[in-house]
């Protein structure tokens, strides 16, 4: 069963730093493109960031771009969002999301979520 556990979620104040993971297992970590979605309280969950199966492309939504940097480790099947210079508004709960297509069909798992909240 495919599980994708994110953690490095908590509490910062304004201009901080955390660095999230989310660590993968049983699936073929290094096909499958890696992404970070947030949701805040009553609002729709949007992409933070992605990046490729082999770790060229990334891709940031532009709130975070220049603050934040998607990384992976195919050897270690982890993904990571080092998140700098927090704001309040990016407060949200962060889901890792792995997806791939294969023959048409879409492939599509997510973690549970970790908290991270920005305030003084």
């Known amino acids: 069963q495919v599980q994708l556990v994110e953690s490095g979620g908590g509490l910062v104040q304004p201009g901080g730093s955390l660095r999230l993971s989310c660590a993968a297992s049983a699936l073929t970590f290094g096909i499958y493109v890696m992404s970070w979605y947030r949701q805040a309280p009553g609002k729709e969950r949007e992409l933070v960031a992605a990046i490729g199966s082999i770790g060229g492309d990334t891709n940031y939504a532009d709130s975070v771009k220049g603050r934040f940097t998607i990384s992976r480790d195919n050897a270690k099947n982890t993904v990571y969002l080092q998140m700098n210079s927090l704001k309040p508004e990016d407060t949200a709960v962060y889901y890792c999301?792995?997806?791939?297509?294969?023959?048409?069909?879409?492939?599509?798992?997510w973690g549970q979520g970790t908290q991270v909240t920005v305030s003084s």
């Open positions: 999301n792995a997806r791939r297509e294969s023959w048409g069909l879409r492939y599509s798992y």
